[in-house]
């Protein structure tokens, strides 16, 4: 009789039986070997967090039931992804561990409180989670983007929307390390990556959003500094944040407009650099979501981003990566909701049988299954090609808008399975039903991945 099991850090074990030595390891999120011993054949498995056995003394194999489903991927196979190996897969339970310790038991509160605590971030500094990607002269660990999807995966999986560790680390400080000039980022990358810096970045407007080009916020050269005046809104990390990538208009004479559009590092600590209210939003409510305002604030010179007039561009070139980040979050966010609707169809009963049972129930979630498979292997292709170099605005849009309309659809037709219950705030689907709305809304909007997409297609 043997057994091993992979819980908390360790991901792989190993026994000896009298003189045989035997062992496992995991691979990805599919965990297999099988050996034989003389004639007996044995194999065991590993899914993220479950772990079964089957094994063959005398009585030849015995198949295990199905793992009950406790969390996130397992409890029903998919595809295997190639992206990941065995390094990742340490890197995922470490972070996961992280998130069971510092931010699940406490994200409820967060949540009524409208932040999360400034720790929280010279916490995920220190183990390494912040920009992991940056060279290690910054502070980073020198790593591609698969290890900030797995971040991304393991938050949405977790639920916990009030760390917006990636829209810093992947949306944000990849302006300042792509834009930046080497002073600018010897003087703020050091800190993006442990934590003492929280960044944000400020397109939005309450006049206008999509229209980027729209802008009235205006930043006027006077000597050695720019004076920046307007509003913004919706800034996500906006009352944490030290450091704020601001979208300005520089020229409003511009033809065509957009040539006018600059980004400026604009510090909190600047003068004329005010906050507004912390947003109250109906979902992802422990991220702080807050208006800005600049009178007469004063940004040095030297904290222009690139080239003035070349803002608009910038933004183009990294909203990819900014799509590809919320498309990564909506299929283990799906995933995620997927996992917790089967547990619960498997325990409810109705008219004698868990609704699991009827014919509805297992056509629905085969659909939905099948569609965070597609999502999946497309987002994986994507992800591939970006970290490969590719430029990819027109497949991160494709990716954006199918996978967050995709856990739209899906978190609303599996909080029905969940019937009354469903519908009470203290039940994690009604939370991930109010998450996920936003999803298509921001990082731009379905209608806008739309116009990117069939702008490719010379119509
Ligand atoms: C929780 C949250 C966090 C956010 N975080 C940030 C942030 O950190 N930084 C930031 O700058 N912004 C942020 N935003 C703003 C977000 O990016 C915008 O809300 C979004 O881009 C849409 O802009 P808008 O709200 O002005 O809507 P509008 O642009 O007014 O659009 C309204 C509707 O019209 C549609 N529409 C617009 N133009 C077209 C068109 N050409 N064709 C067809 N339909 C069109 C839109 O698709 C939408 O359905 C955040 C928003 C939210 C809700």
Redesign the pocket.
Known sequence: MWDQRSQGETLWAQRSQGETLWAQRSQGETLWDQRSQGETLWDQRSQGETLWAQRSQENGIVFPDLPKITSHIGGYSHVKRKLFGPDHQVFRDAFRTFVEREIKPFHRDWEKEGIVPRELWSKAGEQGYLCPWLPEEYGGSDVDFSYAAIIIEELSRAGASGAAFN?HSD?VVPYIYHCGNDEQKKRYLPGCASGEIVT??????P?????LAAIQTTATLEGDHYLLNGQ???????HLSDLVIV?AKTDVNADPPHAGVSLLLVESSFPGFKRGKR?E?I??KA?D?TELYFEDCKVPAANLLGHEGAGFYYLMQQLAQERLVVAVAAVAAARSVLDMTLEYVRERKAFGKPIGRFQNTRFALAEIATEIELGEAFVDRVMEEHIAGESLAKEASMAKYWTTEMLKRNTDRCLQFFGGYGYMAEYPIAQAYLDAR?QT????????M??IISRNMDL
């Open positions: 829209l949306v944000a970045i400020s397109m939005t407007e006049n206008t959003g999509s229209d913004k809104t919706f800034v996500s990390n906006g979208v947003l939003k979902g992802m991220q979501t936003v809304i921001y990082a731009g909007t379905t209608e806008i739309k116009e």
